[in-house]
């Protein structure tokens, strides 16, 4: 588990930051373009809800670029399946920490805007930032982080189900029924929880532990005590996504300002 040379920390630190004020500067131009009104389609929001339109669409881009990305790593090395901590790559090391600044940017925008009202998101984040720094500078669990990322597929139909609470009053979605598009989400929505986040959990805690003999001290508890913490923060997502039948109820909102 070799550290990764100086000039490489400082390549993917440069992502890092790249990812986090690209992500920023995203956000500050769907305000100025005021782009909610494009979604609400005439309907008016709180502060809050245009607030939250934006943070949905730059979470939906994130989960789209890094699906896609960690896909590709995957098929073009697979010997990150067969290794989850010791193989690497840089396109690897370079999702790692392009997801990093997404990280840190989504946190920062959550509390700034939002406090403590998405619990289970911040500690999600949060386990992230303790993860991913750590496969950088040490060079290894990169398959374990793309394991992680590979949620990002069901958090793609969660954010659209999210975006089409706000469009309620829409006939068409896509330029397609709406009553299609929906029943597509909520089927895809529960397909991909199941898979990418419940099942996918309890495989990397069973890497883990198979390999309990081989994998000591710093790597093991914070790859198993991720795995573990990862378990109640997606069944708590799955059941917020249970109880809440936003798609079902559209609630009618008043602008607090222009």
Not at 111 to 139: C, E
Request: proline share 3%; hydrophobic share 50%; glycine share 4%.
């Amino acid at each position: 588990m070799l550290p990764l040379w100086n000039s490489d920390m400082y390549t993917f630190g440069a992502m890092t930051m790249t990812n986090l004020i690209g992500y920023w500067l995203i956000n500050k131009a769907m305000k100025r373009a005021r782009i909610w009104r494009y979604v609400v389609d005439g309907e008016v929001l709180t502060n809050r809800d245009q607030w939250m339109v934006c943070n949905i669409i730059c979470s939906l881009i994130h989960s789209i670029v890094s699906a896609v990305w960690t896909t590709t790593c995957f098929l073009a090395t697979p010997s990150l399946v067969e290794d989850l901590i010791n193989k690497t790559s840089w396109w690897s090391s370079a999702l790692i920490a392009a997801s990093g600044g997404y990280f840190m940017y989504d946190t920062y925008d959550i509390l700034l805007n939002d406090g403590f009202r998405q619990k289970p998101v911040l500690i999600h984040h949060v386990l992230i930032l303790h993860a991913f720094p750590f496969a950088l500078m040490t060079s290894s669990y990169h398959g374990f982080a793309l394991s992680a990322l590979l949620m990002e597929y069901s958090s793609i139909f969660l954010h659209l189900r999210r975006l089409m609470k706000y469009a309620n009053k829409k006939p068409t979605i896509f330029g397609l029924p709406r009553i299609f598009v929906e029943m597509f989400v909520k089927v895809f929505l529960v397909l991909t929880m199941l898979v990418f986040r419940h099942l996918l959990s309890l495989f990397l805690i069973r890497h883990m532990w198979q390999n309990r003999n081989t994998i000591t001290g710093i790597p093991f508890w914070i790859g198993i005590t991720s795995s573990v913490v990862f378990i109640p923060v997606n069944i708590g997502l799955s059941y917020r996504v249970y109880k809440t039948k936003d798609l079902e109820k559209g609630r009618r909102r008043t602008i607090v300002s222009p």
